[in-house]
């Protein structure tokens, strides 16, 4: 599977942008879909994720009640809504699935950078 992330930017604090992640490849084997981040000089942290059928959902506690995420199978994308940004959002978002057979994320597209100035 691969994973091509888009819609990072620079936005001002407060502000919202929408990521999106489109998969190709084999993605009738794709199960959860993620986010997950890595600020500068930081290790890389969960976001979000999503189940298949979208039904279920879970959030960092640093996100939760700001940033919303869903899926549309049909066009094997993943999305991230971001609202009420904070210059701590900063970071390189990646998109991550969970295949099927496997017991954690193990696919990863390239990343896309959101930068939010304070």
């Keep these: 599977v691969q994973l091509q992330a888009s819609?990072?930017?620079l936005?001002?604090?407060?502000?919202?942008?929408?990521?999106?992640?489109?998969a190709s490849?084999?993605?009738?084997?794709?199960g959860?879909?993620?986010w997950f981040r890595?600020?500068?000089?930081?290790?890389?942290?969960f976001v979000?994720?999503?189940?298949?059928?979208?039904g279920s959902t879970r959030y960092s506690d640093s996100v939760k009640g700001r940033f919303t995420i869903f899926r549309d199978n049909a066009k094997?994308?993943?999305?991230?809504?971001?609202?009420?940004?904070?210059?701590?959002d900063t970071a390189v978002y990646y998109c991550a699935v969970r295949l099927w057979?496997?017991?954690?994320?193990?696919?990863?597209?390239?990343?896309?950078?959101?930068t939010v100035s304070s």
């Design 7 to 9: 819609g990072g930017g």
């Design 11 to 22: 936005v001002r604090a407060g502000g919202s942008l929408r990521l999106s992640c489109a």
């Design 25 to 30: 490849g084999r993605t009738f084997n794709i």
């Design 32 to 34: 959860d879909m993620g």
């Design 38 to 45: 890595q600020a500068p000089g930081k290790e890389r942290e």
């Design 48 to 54: 979000a994720a999503i189940t298949w059928s979208g």
């Design 76 to 88: 094997n994308t993943v999305y991230l809504e971001m609202n009420s940004l904070k210059f701590e």
């Design 101 to 114: 057979y496997e017991s954690g994320f193990g696919s990863w597209g390239q990343g896309t950078l959101v």
